[in-house]
């Protein structure tokens, strides 16, 4: 056995393949688009290397698309018959596990197996990234805070991969709420991985939380060879500095950034559908015509509306849907959040049931302008949108809606209660967003007291 760079051991016997399999490792860690290059490299010298294959499975299923699934469960065959040959280590057997357990509908299951693997290793600072990655899909902001903070020890000054768990650990601080630790941690985890593309977009999250658009844009800008090397997370890199613009109420500059750089490809994974979908959104609430740009995301919407494996991206694809006028079109995905609601037969439709559906209903109520019903909707799932994954930056386009909706409802008291719960979520910073419909609430009740009066 052999010690990666992450002091995990391996079978690999090629040193040319452990040499690419360290490379993979960074190149994962920094959101690096040589990832699937270098893991292919390994697996053409190393074919019988099972946590090579289980890696390539369990990165397909981060993708969310159902038909990987079979590429997946490929992946997996591969693995084990790896493992028959009997010289895998632990950290590949549990590995393997966690692929098994995803495939069968517990990606919960997979974060315990892995966090097994650092139990036995708490320098391994890829499986930890691994955790936490499928802990960000599920939600999970406190485990993902518990894992990385019971390896921060291990990983002490001369752990050569000690900047990526900083970034990490910012991220979890920053959706916890300790907004200044999160900033520390993640200036600090850049100075010694300055690649670290997730470490600062951690940091563009605390300058977005807590309304200094200034300082979020200088970082960005300044540090463009932590992100700019990125696979499609640069669009998302993109997309943050597009929402601190938007703060700055700089429309014009947003869109330019949606033509030119966030939807430069035009894909349909989920990840950056989401950052298209959810920024249209904020521009429209702020009374931007955004033009035809609605219509290629409706068309990949309605292609991909029965992925049903992931709730965060079905609530986007419906959001495009509405957006669009598509209504018979998200009258059908409605249908099928119901069908996958009657029997959830895994962790994923679970929360597609609860509270996916509730948000989904919103949603639709809202594309068809009854907006009381959608307040009532949206209202009711929001306590619990932390289940579908993703950040507070993220979810707050499903929150910004629920605010209009409701003002339009005239549910004026119960939507200035939701502005300043999201506010002190914030810390109490008050962005631009929330300043604005704070005085439209005090606009709307003042005419509503003028007609009242005698």
């Known amino acids: 056995m052999k010690n990666d760079i992450c002091d995990g051991s391996v079978s690999i016997t090629d ?24 893991l292919a490299a390994v697996l053409k010298r190393e074919p019988g290397f099972a946590m090579g294959h289980a890696a390539r499975g369990l990165f397909t299923l ?13 992946a997996l065959k591969d693995a084990e ?11 590949e057997q549990l590995w393997c596990r966690a692929l098994a357990a995803w495939l069968a509908g517990r990606p ?37 805070r518990r894992s990385v903070e019971r390896l921060l020890s291990a990983h002490e000054e001369n752990h050569p991969m000690r900047g990526f768990l900083l970034g990490c650990h910012a991220f979890t601080l920053e959706e916890t709420g300790e907004y200044a630790r999160a900033e520390q941690a993640g200036l600090e985890g850049l100075s010694l991985a300055p690649d670290d593309a997730w470490g600062l977009h951690a940091v563009a999250h605390v300058y977005d939380m807590t309304h200094q658009p200034d300082r979020g844009i200088a970082l960005i800008d300044d540090n463009g060879g932590s992100w700019l090397h990125c696979n499609n997370f640069r669009y998302h890199v993109w997309w943050h500095k597009a929402l601190l613009h938007l703060d700055r109420h700089e429309t014009d500059h947003v869109l330019a ?27 429209e609430l702020e009374g931007v015509d955004v033009g035809g740009r609605w219509e290629e995301l409706a068309e990949l919407a309605e292609s991909r509306s029965g992925d049903a494996c992931l709730a965060f991206a079905d609530l986007h694809y419906m959001l495009a849907l509405v ?40 949603l639709a109520a809202y594309g068809e302008g009854q907006y009381g019903a959608a307040f009532r909707n949206l209202a009711l799932a929001q306590p619990r949108m932390q289940s579908v994954g993703g950040s507070h930056a ?61």
């Open 257 to 283: 950034l949606y033509d030119n750089e966030i939807r430069h490809d035009r894909t349909d994974d989920f990840r950056d559908f989401s950052n298209a979908s959810s920024l249209l959104m904020r521009l």
């Open 81 to 91: 018959t790896a493992l028959s040959q009997g010289h895998s280590s632990l950290r």
């Open 15 to 38: 040193p040319i393949a452990l040499e690419d399999w360290n490379a993979m490792i960074r190149a994962f860690l920094a959101h690096g688009s040589q990832t699937p290059t270098y």
């Open 323 to 362: 957006r669009r006028g598509r209504q018979d079109a998200a009258q059908a995905m409605l249908a099928r959040f119901h069908r996958d609601s009657a029997a959830p037969e895994t962790e994923s439709l679970r929360i597609l049931a609860e509270p996916g559906l509730i948000a989904a209903e919103g």
């Open 108 to 144: 919960s299951g997979a974060v315990a197996l892995v966090e097994e693997v650092l139990v036995h290793n708490p320098r391994d600072t890829f499986s930890a990234k691994l955790s936490h990655a499928i802990r960000f899909m599920m939600g999970d902001r406190h485990g993902m």
């Open 62 to 74: 981060m993708l969310a698309r159902r038909e990987l699934q079979d590429v997946a469960a490929a």
């Open 394 to 454: 993220q979810r707050d386009v499903f929150e910004r809606i629920t605010i209009d909706a409701g003002m339009r409802a005239g549910y004026l008291a119960e939507t200035e209660a939701l502005i300043r719960k999201r506010t002190a979520k914030r810390g109490g910073f008050e962005d631009s967003f929330a300043a604005i419909r704070l005085q439209q609430l005090s606009a709307a009740r003042a005419s509503m007291h003028h007609v009242a009066a005698p």
